[in-house]
């Protein structure tokens, strides 16, 4: 008997199965991540999990096309993950930006009201 | 037939290698705490794993134009992983909140933006507190 012809599709479809298990156990890590970087990390591997997957079943359906596929679901697996962190550290600045500029703000509500309530009393002791 | 046996326990080796580092991978990002010791595990699934899947797959399906895309696969993802493990320790650092001692929590500091009634609150105790210092 052909090994290639009636092991291997059981080697892969076992293979399949463990890669899927792994594919889930890390979209529930990304659900419950804490935080964005923790999420990404997540996705860049759920990425990975997928290309070897789809590169299982170019053998398992005998489809020879499925490889151009994964091909370019890599790249795009690293441009999500480019364009993901790229987005968060520009959300992460504007959200700087806004703190220091309402800090600034306090600043100088604190001192005209300060100016106001020395004014004030320095009336009340002369009359 | 001996050669296709030949081919068939390499490509079942290279699978089960492949295999046992993405299993890892994932085990090592349930375990570890903080992202940036997550990415370790996630690197390690990115270069050795899908190295030892895509061998075994070559193993299984001989020598064929499939078989250069794959290895062009394996290429194209052992470029791009550093560059997106570079990214995401950038971004880590940047927004800096992972640190050991902040224990992952969010400090909470924009307590100034709730409108002028809450400013005028705070900057009218600043100056109560002050004033009773002296």
């Not at chain 1, 070897?52 to 697996?77: G, P, Q």
């Not at chain 2, 299984?60 to 290895?71: A, E, P, Q």
Request: net charge positive; charged share 20%.
């Amino acid at each position: 008997m052909d090994p290639l012809t009636t092991l291997a599709p059981r080697m892969l479809t076992g293979a399949m199965v463990i890669l899927a298990a792994c594919a889930l156990a890390t979209l529930f890590r990304t659900f419950i991540g804490p935080r964005m970087s923790d999420r990404i990390v997540g996705v860049n591997m759920i990425g990975t999990q997928a290309v070897c997957l789809i590169v299982c079943l170019v053998l398992r359906l005998r489809e020879d096309w499925l490889m151009d596929i994964a091909i370019v679901y890599a790249m795009f697996s690293f441009l999500a993950v480019a364009v993901l962190t790229k987005m968060d550290i520009g959300v992460y600045r504007q959200w700087r930006i806004d703190q220091e500029k309402s800090r600034r703000r306090h600043q100088e509500t604190r001192e005209a009201y300060k100016k106001a309530h020395a004014d004030r009393r320095h009336r009340r002791s002369k009359s | 037939m001996t050669i296709h046996w030949i081919r068939f326990i390499l490509g079942t080796i290279c699978l089960l290698f492949g295999l046992f580092f993405l299993v890892s991978a994932v085990i090592g990002n349930f375990r570890f705490k903080f992202a940036l010791n997550r990415m370790h595990s996630a690197a390690l699934g990115d270069t050795l794993g899908i190295l030892g899947v895509i061998l075994g797959i070559c193993f299984y399906h001989g020598l064929n134009v499939t078989t250069v895309k794959l290895l062009i696969v394996v290429a194209l993802v052992w470029i791009t992983s550093p560059v997106a493990s570079h990214l995401i320790m950038l971004m880590e650092m940047t927004v800096g909140r992972s640190t050991a001692e902040s224990g992952g929590e969010q400090s909470d500091e924009q307590g100034f933006e709730r409108g002028t009634v809450e400013m005028r609150r705070r900057a009218l105790a600043d100056i109560k507190k002050e004033e009773e210092e002296k």
